[in-house]
């Protein structure tokens, strides 16, 4: 992977850097600098303590007479070996006015020196002061300047006396001097050491900030690194779980395989539509548990330049063919590099019976705009036929064949209206005037119609209610059409007699009712059980095959369904969901 794609380094964007660089270094710029002034300040101090302890011992000498003049040879001679000392640059003692009284330089004796001073405040002032000078032999120097104050000055006669036994140091020919005048010290301190100390101290001073801000720089890097870090496994978390559970709740089934077609992931879907018992198969060589006919479509030359769909019948666990919709497609990541396949697995049965179910339901729509056109082309022409047939019947009263022939017409015609009537009812949307009723009172009220046709077939009808069964919203003449219809099935199906047995009860819910009618008559050849419901279906000879039908469409009127179980001589059940939700609360 080219790290130049990357929009940032380590996951940091590079905002992050400019910040950090924009907050730290004017920070430890300042310490730095702070730093340096402090040492700077330091080493001032440093050679101003020294200057001051110079002049105090300058000005002691004199007080404790080691001096029999403040301008004489020893003087002059202390200041000359003081001056020997590798950091004094000079020594010079001058009065208020710049002239040069004592220096350690004895060639300055009579000459002015600070004349680009206010001599004059400096001697007022008694503090004492520094700058900075250059001298031609030794470069700059640190120089400390005040009033000096010895002690009380000799006699003048003995300071002539005193000064002409030094021939050999020059004598300032100035006026002599009165007793106490104003002197100025002047003490110059060589900074070289200092210097080159405060550089190394400086130097020192600047790799400690560089460093300090490189740790300072790294620390911040590593809080973001690590908030990084912990937001991206955070989110890596979190996309995990949400992967995770959408694969395993995901409809379809679905295996992912590596390159050596060994199992990788596999959803519940997957496991449940192959078959599979084995509830971790990760790991496996899917061959070992995944039919071939599936795996097949990895090894297909198209999949190489994307995903591969086909429709595949396969057998699994020797069961009947299922129908499955294979999408098979190959993983690469970023470089195209491959990492493995992806089958994904759609169960196919239930989109077959919904096809199914549509196709039936727009033969039954063309079927019902055929009915409705039929029906009135031929209840005219019926209505003329038994108009007729009525008027032959009692002309030819007294001819019993012609009159039993007429009336023969006239049952027949009867019968077309009927059927007539059936197809228009099962054309025609169903409408329903709904109402709260208990299930048990509609049935009874069916029953009761039914009776003396009972017990002229001895057939036993046995009713059972239970007791948490709620009230439902139906229309109560048209479900006492459906079960009309179902129970006369019933006695057809019992011609020898037999028994009934009507149950109501909850659905598992609690929230819907069922009705189970069972009979023990002759039962239903399971290939006939797929098409009850259809319009004209029939096994009776004398029956139109809409009566059914039109029972299925009006509980698929109140949402409810119908369905029936049976084997060939073990009898026949009908079960009828009615949703009673609603009407659970209202009762």
Not at 368 to 389: D, Q, T, V
Not at 552 to 571: K, L, M, W
Request: glycine share 6%; with cysteine.
């Amino acid at each position: 992977m080219n790290p130049l794609k990357n929009k940032s380094w380590l996951g940091i964007p590079p905002w992050i850097f400019i910040g950090a660089v924009l907050v730290l270094f004017p920070i430890f710029a300042f310490m730095t600098a702070e730093n340096i002034h402090r040492q700077k300040k330091q080493s001032i101090n440093l050679l101003q303590e020294k200057g001051a302890a110079l002049i105090r011992s300058f000005e002691a000498g004199t007080r404790t007479g080691m001096m029999d003049s403040w301008s004489g040879f020893q003087l002059q001679k202390l200041l000359m070996e003081t001056s020997q000392q590798p950091d004094i640059v000079h020594l010079i003692v001058t009065d208020f006015e710049g002239w040069v009284l004592a220096s350690s330089d004895p060639e300055q004796i009579g000459k002015q020196y600070g004349t680009d001073m206010n001599l004059q405040q400096i001697v007022l002032s008694g503090d004492m002061q520094w700058r900075t000078v250059t001298d031609a032999s030794r470069g700059s120097a640190f120089e400390i300047y005040k009033r000096f104050t010895p002690a009380r000055s000799m006699p003048p006669g003995i300071k002539r006396k005193r000064m002409k036994d030094m021939p050999h140091f020059p004598i300032f020919p100035g006026p002599e001097a009165k007793p106490d005048p104003p002197r100025i010290i002047f003490i110059g301190l060589d900074t070289t050491s200092i210097d080159q100390s405060i550089q190394l101290d400086m130097r020192h001073t600047v790799i400690m900030g560089t460093i300090l801000l490189l740790i300072g720089f790294a620390g911040v890097m590593l809080l973001f690194m690590a908030m990084s870090y912990r937001a991206a496994r955070s989110s890596l978390s979190r996309i995990k779980a949400f992967s995770d559970t959408l694969v395993d709740n995901m409809p379809v089934g679905l295996t992912a395989l590596d390159m050596e077609l060994r199992i990788v992931s596999i959803n519940p879907v997957a496991l449940q539509l192959l078959n599979i018992t084995d509830t971790n198969p990760v790991g496996r060589y899917a061959s070992d548990i995944i039919p071939q006919e599936l795996l097949s479509l990895v090894t297909h030359p198209d999949i190489h330049h994307g995903p591969v769909i086909q429709t595949i019948e396969c057998c699994i666990s020797g069961a009947e063919p299922v129908p499955f919709e294979i999408n098979a497609a190959k993983l690469t990541d970023e470089d195209q590099s491959a990492l493995g396949y992806v089958i994904l697995l759609k169960d196919l049965r239930e989109v077959a019976s919904l096809r199914k179910a549509l196709a039936r339901s727009q033969r039954l729509a063309s079927l019902g705009s055929l009915s409705a056109g039929i029906a009135h082309e031929i209840r005219n022409p019926l209505s003329s036929i038994k108009g007729f047939a009525t008027y032959f019947q009692e002309r030819y009263a007294n001819v019993p064949e012609d009159a039993q022939t007429a009336s023969i017409l006239i049952q027949e015609v009867d019968r077309l209206n009927r059927v007539v009537s059936q197809l228009l009812e099962f054309a025609k949307p169903v409408t329903l005037s709904m109402q709260p009723i208990l299930p048990g009172s509609l049935i009874a009220r069916t029953i009761a119609l039914l009776k003396q046709q009972a017990l002229e077939k001895n057939i036993e009808i046995r009713i059972q209610e239970g007791e948490t069964v709620h009230p439902v919203s139906v229309d109560a003449d048209r479900m006492n059409q459906v079960l009309l219809n179902l129970f006369l099935n019933a006695f057809e199906a019992m011609p020898d007699g037999g028994r009934l047995d009507v149950s109501i009860e909850p659905d598992a819910s609690g929230e819907n009712c069922l009705i189970r009618i069972a009979d023990s008559g002759s039962g239903i050849h399971p290939a006939n059980l797929t098409q009850i419901f259809d319009p004209y279906f029939t096994t009776k000879s004398s029956g139109t095959g809409l009566g059914l039908a039109i029972a299925h469409n009006i509980i698929e009127a109140h949402q409810g369904d119908i369905r029936v179980e049976s084997e060939p001589g073990q009898g026949t059940v009908v079960i009828i969901r009615l949703p009673g939700k609603s009407l659970k609360a209202e009762g």
